[in-house]
Each structure stands twice: as C-alpha cells, then as structure tokens.
T-cell receptor, first 112, second 111 residues
Framework: GDSVTQMEGPVTLSEEAFLTINCTYT??????LFWYVQYPGEGLQLLLK?????DKGSNKGFEATYRKETTSFHLEKGSVQVSDSAVYFC???????????FGAGTTVTVRA | ETGVTQTPRHLVMGMTNKKSLKCEQH?????MYWYKQSAKKPLELMFV???????ENNSVPSRFSPECPNSSHLFLHLHTLQPEDSALYLC??????????FGEGSRLTVL
C-alpha cells in the first residue's frame, strides 16, 4: 500500500540554522504530497503541498519539491526561528484515493 | 481556530469505563475522520465518514465504536479499552479529501 517514511527525530537546531527533513514515499501512480505541521498543544495544519512531479510547494519560508525520480519530498527552510518548533508530518494521497497516509512525524526544536 | 472542535481535551478512564469523544466541524465539509496519534508511530487512520456514511474502518478493534449522526458531528465511543489505547485522538474534516482540517485532539489515558 501507499506509505511515507520520514527521518526520525528529534531534531534540535539553533535559530537561523538550515533545516532539512527527509521524506520518501511508496505509491503507485501519481500521488499528491503534503507537509503538515503540529504546533505544541494544537492539531495538525497543512503547511504546503505538491500535486505533480517537479512541483514546488512553499509556505512560511518552507519549501519542498516533488521528486518522482527519487520518490522524495524533502522539507527545507533556510533560516529557522524559535516559532518553527513543532512536529512535522509528511503525508501522501494516492491518485485514486481520498485518504491521507502520514509518516511518524519529526519533532523539531529551535533554540534561541 | 481551525473550525474543528474536539471535546474533551483530556480524558482519563479505567479499563471498564464507557466514555465518548466528540468532534464538531463548522466548515460545511462532507467528510470526517478519526486518527490515532501515538508517540514515534505514523498517524493511524481509524475511521472515515463521507456524507454520514462510514467508508473506511481500518481494522479498528470493536472497543472503538464511531457514530456520525450528521455531517457536522462525529463521535468515538470507547468501551473496555486497554492501556495501549492511550494516545492522542485527532478528528479531522475535509471537503473532497484535498485538505484536512484537524481539531486539537483528545488526549486519552487508560489506566
């Protein structure tokens, strides 16, 4: 079945550091890919998405590019802030499906 | 505020208790979901309702019983749970599955 695998955390960074969270997927066809973020004490919310190969999703300084050749959708941010401390989830929706399959989440802590 | 409200936010129950989790969405969406979030594990999809009809039951034990009386409300009835059922239970809604809106979750502890 469809699935995503993301790097295990936790990840601890200093402010203004570069952040990368790896995500790879397994799916048939042409899935849509998502990154969700969960801030402390809150539910998940959509951060960005890409629906076809080579698309780049971006939001709040975060970017991720849909790479079909490497089946990846890595999340990056060039300069993190303390407010970026959260759990980040990679997710996939199959091309003939309405359900989202999530990864295990990566906890990111940014220190001042 | 995402438009999806879950109550209670925290629940502690014994293994013989019967309790319910409630979810309400004010977004006019046609699909609602229950997910289970456990530490270091992928979010587990439990149930999906489309237009009040259950369209997905992801091999969830019968001690979890969902109810969707209308497209705005979703319940998860809990009965004779096990300690390993302790987790954060997340409700979500969507219109067509493109983007999910999540509630803040109900933190369940089973003693």
């Amino acid at each position: 079945g469809d699935s995503v695998t993301q790097m295990e955390g936790p990840v601890t960074l200093s402010e203004e550091a570069f952040l990368t969270i790896n995500c790879t997927y397994t799916a048939t066809g042409y899935p849509s890919l998502f990154w969700y973020v969960q801030y402390p004490g809150e539910g998940l919310q959509l951060l960005l998405k890409a629906t076809k190969a080579d698309d780049k999703g971006s939001n709040k300084g975060f970017e991720a590019t849909y790479r079909k050749e490497t089946t990846s959708f890595h999340l990056e941010k060039g300069s993190v802030q303390v407010s970026d401390s959260a759990v980040y989830f990679c997710a996939l929706r199959g091309s003939n499906d309405y359900k989202l399959s999530f990864g295990a989440g990566t906890t990111v802590t940014v220190r001042a | 505020e995402t438009g999806v409200t879950q109550t209670p936010r925290h629940l502690v129950m014994g293994m013989t208790n019967k309790k319910s989790l409630k979810c309400e969405q004010h977004l006019g969406h046609n699909a609602m979901y229950w997910y289970k979030q456990s530490a270091k594990k992928p979010l587990e999809l439990m149930f999906v309702y489309n237009f009040k009809e259950q369209t997905e039951n992801n091999s969830v034990p019968s001690r979890f019983s969902p109810e969707c009386p209308n497209s705005s409300h979703l319940f998860l009835h809990l009965h004779t749970l096990q300690p390993e059922d302790s987790a954060l239970y997340l409700c979500a809604s969507s219109q067509g599955g493109e983007k999910l809106f999540f509630g803040e979750g109900s933190r369940l502890t089973v003693l």
